[in-house]
């Protein structure tokens, strides 16, 4: 069988089990390792038995690769995947694509320009429910939307942001839960809710010693006049994830593993108009979707994609610039919440640009750092 020959770039927690995936799938060869971190790179080229860089551009010009996955911390990944596009390679970027905007944008244009193929790591878009709830979005079978909540509770120790000195530092990561955690689930809601217009968000440090946000409430505008809600956190130890939208002919809800969905008899503006009894209510049908699939999900499945796209032309699970539309939402809130006003989509990249300037001028180095390289364990699974 044809394999895609991979190197990886960044070989820390998930770098590595992105090499093990690389190693185990039929579809591709792992040819080398490259991490800024001589020793981190050479033991994982020694450990693997492949050839090992310090230097991405060396690695990317050594000719050994056709494609590369980039697993460093978000600062990295768009000028790494602009190199590789311009010689030719094929990119599979961990997410987020970029932190900013514009970075974003440069990437996508590389992209184009190269004609190479341009994945991103959203392992989530592989899980069936997920998979399901885009398709009856995409149906039509909700009618038009007029109501979207997502509530992104998640959980981290202050051990856990210290154990990197990049981690929750505007310079090192360039934001907090929104730019680390909650890209998954935000490309999830705006794949099913589209993308909201305007975005007005509060932002804060609300328990943890770190310089970024750590909690994030946002209201939400959308073209046609609807309007939504958004919540994130890593304070938050009880899920599970919690995602509703409501349209004209019926109501989706995700809640942890639970895809529901309630088909209103009567589509609902109508209803409202029309009923004429005072305590008239609108009758609807509530079904649990059952979510049945062997299909193969998680990182590994995206890896695959990106080698059958390339090998045999595959349909991207995730295209390349789809990727902007959560880091537009991430920027949209930060920019919101630091300045204390609505933010229309498209994000103006020269004020976000000037504003990470600034908050990158601000940061200060970690007072703790105990240095670890670790997935985490449950969410690898996935
Ligand atoms: N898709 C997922 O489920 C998932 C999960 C965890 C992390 N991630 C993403 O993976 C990326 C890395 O996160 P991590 O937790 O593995 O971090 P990590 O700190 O464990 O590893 C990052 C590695 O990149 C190396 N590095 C830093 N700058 C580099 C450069 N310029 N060139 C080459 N190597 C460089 C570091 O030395 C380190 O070994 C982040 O963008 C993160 O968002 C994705």
């Known amino acids: 069988m044809k394999k895609l020959k991979i190197g990886v770039i960044g070989v820390g927690g998930m770098g590595s089990a992105h090499c093990n995936s690389v190693k185990n799938l039929e579809e591709t060869e792992l040819v080398f390792v490259s991490d800024i971190d001589e020793n981190v790179a050479k033991k994982k080229g020694e450990e693997l038995g ?29 000028e790494i995947a602009v190199f590789a596009f311009e010689n030719g390679l094929h990119v599979l970027s961990e997410k987020p694509i970029a932190v900013k905007v514009s970075d974003a944008d440069k990437m996508i244009e590389a992209a184009k320009k190269s004609g190479k193929i341009f994945t991103i ?8 429910i997920f998979m399901k709830a885009i398709e009856i979005a995409k149906s039509g079978a909700l009618g038009e939307i007029h109501k979207t909540v997502c509530i992104d509770p998640w959980y981290r120790t202050q051990a856990y942001y210290n154990s990197g000195g990049w981690r929750a530092t505007w310079k090192g990561e360039g934001g907090g839960v929104l730019i680390n955690q909650a890209p998954h689930t935000i490309d999830l809601f705006t794949c099913i809710g589209g993308l909201p217009k305007k975005i007005y ?34 304070c938050e130890p009880v899920g599970p994830l ?4 409501t349209g004209n002919k019926g109501k989706l809800v ?12 009567y589509p609902l503006k109508e209803s409202i108009e029309k009923v004429e009894s005072m305590w008239g209510s609108l009758k609807y049908t ?42 537009e939402f991430i920027n949209a809130c930060i920019l919101s919440g630091k300045k204390d006003k609505s933010v229309e989509i498209p994000v103006d990249r020269k004020e976000y640009d000037q504003l990470m300037e600034e908050l990158k001028k601000s940061s200060k180095p970690k007072k703790v750092v105990k240095e670890e390289r670790i997935t985490d364990p449950s969410f690898a699974k996935k």
């Open 50 to 78: 492949v050839k090992y860089f310090t230097d991405y551009k060396e690695a990317i010009k050594s000719g050994l690769a056709e494609g590369v996955i980039i697993a460093t911390p978000h600062w990295f990944h768009p």
């Open 121 to 128: 790591m959203f392992q989530r878009r592989t899980e069936p």
């Open 201 to 234: 968000a509060k932002t804060r440090t609300k328990m943890h010693d770190i310089e970024v946000e750590d909690e994030v409430s946002a209201f939400l505008e959308y073209e046609n006049g609807s309007w939504g809600y958004y919540y994130t956190s890593t």
């Open 242 to 245: 919690h995602m509703e939208f």
């Open 254 to 265: 995700i809640r942890g593993d639970t895809l529901t969905f309630y088909s209103f008899e």
């Open 286 to 327: 509530e079904e649990k979707i059952e979510i049945t699939s062997n299909i193969q999900r998680g990182h590994s499945a995206i890896i695959r994609n990106f080698a059958r796209a390339v090998l045999y032309g595959e349909k991207l699970i995730v295209n390349g610039e789809e990727g902007l539309n959560s880091v």
